[in-house]
């Protein structure tokens, strides 16, 4: 399997615009889970799914951050309009069940809004 | 609520010495503990969990550590430190409960910066 896969690797753009990251969770994984991470304020989990249902966006910042996950293989956290303190990078990690801890993580975006 | 505590930013070891990595943890319930490690540009990777049982958990690439309740903690430790452990290491803490809604929503700490020098 090749594991968690994210794109893009690298988002670069200006204030304002509209950013999509995409992940693809591990086949089978029914748990989802995108992360961000800052030297400020460490590694902070946005949401997470469960066979493709939100259970907890409690951590998303604002309104302007929205995730959807269509299906099982496929998850994006778009941000409109982005903004300067956006600036991080994007995990996205998935786990076989909805109890089991082991995270696996992908490779992270790393955003940078200008 | 649940929190983990890494007091330490950044522990310097030389190669071949044991290394400790520190962690408390704060939770209502029965805490399940994570030790995680991210390489430079790179996700997390998992290296050991406790949830139950025997204190000492041993892991991956030679890691163990041990649960101790009394004192809320749960450090990370290896008995010879090789300059490949150099990374970024990262508790975490679940609350297992009862009463937390379910869900596998783990906290992370801060980190702590691992630099094995020869």
């Known amino acids: 399997d090749a594991g968690v896969i994210q794109s893009p690797r690298h988002e670069v753009t200006e204030m304002g615009q509209e950013v999509t990251l995409r992940c693809k969770p591990i086949?089978?994984?029914?748990?989802l889970f995108w992360y961000r991470q800052t030297m400020m304020r460490g590694l902070e989990l946005l949401i997470y799914f469960n066979n493709n249902v939100p259970i907890d966006d409690s951590g998303m910042p604002e309104d302007r951050f929205s995730a959807k996950m269509p299906n099982a293989s496929f998850s994006t956290l778009k941000i409109q309009p982005s903004e300067p303190r956006d600036s991080a990078v994007y995990f996205c990690?998935?786990?076989?069940?909805?109890?089991?801890?082991?995270?696996?993580f992908g490779s992270g975006t790393q955003l940078s809004v200008l | 609520a649940q929190s983990v505590a890494q007091p330490e930013d950044q522990v310097n070891v030389a190669e071949g010495n044991p290394l400790t990595v520190k962690c408390t943890y704060s939770?209502?319930?029965?805490?399940?503990l994570f030790w995680y490690v991210q390489y430079p540009n790179r996700g997390l990777q998992f290296l050991l969990k406790?949830?139950?049982?025997?204190?000492l958990v041993k892991g991956s690439y030679g890691f163990e550590a041990e649960f101790n309740k009394s004192q809320t903690s749960f450090h990370l430790k290896k008995p010879s430190a090789l300059v490949s452990d150099s990374a970024l290491y990262f508790c975490?803490?679940?609350?297992?409960?009862?009463?937390?809604?379910?869900?596998?929503?783990?906290?992370f700490g801060t980190g702590t910066q691992l630099k094995v020098e020869l």
């Open positions: 406790y949830i139950t049982g025997d204190n």
């Open positions: 990690a998935s786990s076989p069940g909805q109890f089991n801890e082991k995270l696996f």
């Open positions: 086949s089978g994984h029914n748990s």
């Open positions: 975490a803490v679940r609350d297992g409960g009862p009463f937390t809604g379910g869900g596998n929503k783990l906290t």
């Open positions: 939770v209502s319930g029965n805490p399940y």
